[in-house]
T-cell receptor, first 113, second 118 residues
Framework: LAKTTQPISMDSYEGQEVNITCSHNNIATNDYITWYQQFPSQGPRFIIQGYKTKVTNEVASLFIPADRKSSTLSLPRVSLSDTAVYYCLVGARYSGGYNKLIFGAGTRLAVHP | SAVISQKPSRDICQRGTSLTIQCQVDSQVTMMFWYRQQPGQSLTLIATANQGSEATYESGFVIDKFPISRPNLTFSTLTVSNMSPEDSSIYLC???????????????FGPGTRLTVL
């Protein structure tokens, strides 16, 4: 399983766009990139998943360059409620088996008024 | 998606005792997992709870310390045995099922059980 590297922490202000970059130099051909969000005293919650180029949903965008050795989670116009830990995970997609999640240290995002 | 509940939500236990944590899902799911999250740390997978067979444990975790049951497709238990203060953590269960996740393979997590061992 590919190892991921993220910044330990980030600070932002309400209304700003936040970009969190994750490095995964050893990503395999079959690996997908997935981001989870964890609020204090809660379990992690799936945010977004992608394989290449750009993926967008109602919560975030995920940018993946052609070499797939890194990815960037983009949160538009953050609010105080986006304060959380964000985890980048890399692994093969479910294919009749299961997806064993290996969590790295995550990025602790603090959004200030 | 899936709604997952865990019992108890928190507990304070004495050294040497055991605690059983329950995980209940509101629908049948293929896979159930147990994680540990020590204070201020990331999540570590303990084991995969297999329905009808023995759990599959990750390196560093053994059945004698963390026995797991999975009697059906909606329920699992994790027991933390012969506890020591080092076992103080949040224990989370998660589920994965291709019919719940749709196009992705996301896992759905319970709220966690906060365990303090004195």
């Amino acid at each position: 399983l590919a190892k991921t590297t993220q910044p330990i922490s980030m600070d932002s202000y309400e209304g700003q766009e936040v970009n969190i970059t994750c490095s995964h130099n050893n990503i395999a051909t079959n690996d997908y990139i997935t981001w989870y969000q964890q609020f204090p005293s809660q379990g992690p919650r799936f945010i977004i998943q992608g394989y290449k180029t750009k993926v967008t949903n109602e919560v975030a965008s995920l940018f993946i360059p052609a070499d797939r050795k890194s990815s960037t989670l983009s949160l538009p116009r953050v609010s105080l409620s986006d304060t959380a830990v964000y985890y980048c995970l890399v692994g093969a997609r479910y294919s009749g088996g299961y997806n064993k999640l290996i969590f790295g240290a995550g990025t602790r995002l603090a959004v200030h008024p | 998606s899936a709604v997952i509940s865990q019992k108890p939500s928190r507990d304070i236990c004495q050294r040497g005792t055991s605690l059983t944590i329950q995980c209940q899902v509101d629908s049948q799911v293929t896979m159930m997992f147990w994680y540990r999250q020590q204070p201020g740390q990331s999540l570590t997978l303990i084991a995969t709870a297999n329905q009808g067979s023995e759990a599959t444990y990750e390196s560093g975790f053994v059945i004698d310390k963390f026995p797991i049951s999975r009697p059906n497709l909606t329920f699992s238990t994790l027991t933390v045995s012969n506890m020591s203060p080092e076992d103080s953590s949040i224990y989370l269960c998660s589920v994965e099922d291709e019919f719940l996740a749709g196009v992705s393979d996301e896992q759905f997590f319970g709220p966690g059980t906060r365990l303090t061992v004195l």
